[in-house]
């Protein structure tokens, strides 16, 4: 049992990563698009691979999928080869970044087919219920808007409640009832103990998500760990503005068009330092703002690394 681990409902799981990317490289004639990337994602855990446009992710999960062979490198999935359909795919739901419907079905018939051959089971009217699509069920995929053909992308991906569910940028083009209704579903599956991987560009979502981030520019994998310990590699930021003719405050600052900022890894002793000055001063700090770097600082540090 050494390599087993007991979720909070008592099922029994196995401890050995759901996707193991090892070395991967990917090759599109002579354009290297992923260079040596290796990550591991966890049971249950929600991963999320950020990073530039062009950075490799979509090319990265295309390999997780089955979709493209690696060019060279390994990737695991449930410890199998992603090709070996057999073995990945009744297990693993994919919501690509564009998908091909064909646009003479209706919606209920494209679920329940893709379902089918999914090999999982599931009820299409459960299906349709979860993903908003209840009141398209009869429309046709061609009179279906942009934001409801993801939602058809996404209702395939949770046909069957699978183990893995891989989402490329999900909530793209999605208003925001949809998409909080998709974070929502996403939610359920969770506490059903599925695995989740997701690609966005809406970092916000992924801060407030996911237990762990890769954040990929140019191929590579730039840094690694959960939204704290990003952040920590960068200093805060505090900002304000003083009245005409104040002399500084006794701490390191950079004036910045009329304010001041201070870069700190300490944020709560340098804030506390400034506003015991202002007070013992009588010194009206003006537009005073403090808080923790945020995800996009990170982001935008991984492009001039
Ligand atoms: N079939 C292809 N042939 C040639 N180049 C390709 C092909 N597919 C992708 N690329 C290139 O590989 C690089 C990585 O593309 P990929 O789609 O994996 O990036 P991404 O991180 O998903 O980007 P985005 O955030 O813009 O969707 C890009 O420079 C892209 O132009």
Redesign the pocket.
């Known amino acids: 049992m050494a390599n087993r681990v007991v979720d909070t409902k008592g099922t029994v799981m196995s401890a050995s990563p759901v996707i193991e990317v090892e070395d991967l490289n990917v090759r599109?004639g002579d354009?290297h698009?992923v260079k040596d990337l290796s990550f591991q994602v966890r049971h249950g855990e929600l991963y999320a691979l950020l990073?530039t446009?062009?950075?490799?992710?979509?090319?990265t999960l295309e390999v997780a999928e089955g979709h493209r062979p690696a060019s060279a490198g390994t990737v695991r999935v449930f410890g199998h080869s992603p090709r070996d359909r057999g073995a990945v795919r009744p297990r693993m739901g994919i919501m690509l970044q564009e998908s091909g419907f064909s646009p003479d079905l209706t919606v209920r018939e494209s679920v329940g087919l893709i379902g089918t051959l999914s090999g999982r089971r599931d009820d299409v009217s459960r299906v349709l219920g979860v993903s908003g699509l209840t009141h398209k069920a009869a429309a046709m995929v061609s009179q279906l808007s942009g934001g409801e053909k993801r939602r058809l992308d996404f209702a395939t991906a949770v046909y069957g409640g699978p183990e893995l569910v891989i989402l490329d940028e999900p909530t793209t083009g999605l208003d925001i009832q949809s998409r909080d209704a998709l974070w929502a579903a996403v939610d359920r599956l969770r506490e059903d103990g599925s695995t989740i991987v997701l690609?966005t560009?809406y970092l916000e979502e992924a801060q407030q998500r996911a237990d762990r981030i890769g954040l990929?520019h140019q191929g590579t994998l730039h840094r690694e760990g959960t939204v704290a310990e990003l952040t920590r590699t960068l200093p805060s930021l505090i900002s304000f503005a003083l009245p005409a003719g104040t002399p500084p405050p006794p701490i390191d600052t950079t004036p910045a068009n009329g304010a001041f900022h201070v870069e700190t890894f300490d944020l709560q002793k340098d804030l506390h330092r400034l506003l015991n000055w202002a007070h013992d001063t009588g010194v009206d700090l003006r537009d005073l703002q403090a808080g923790p770097t945020s995800l996009d600082d990170v982001f935008r540090a991984i492009s001039r690394d």
Request: glycine share 22%; net charge positive.
């Open positions: 599109y354009f698009a990073g446009n062009g950075a490799g992710k979509t090319s690609t560009h990929m």
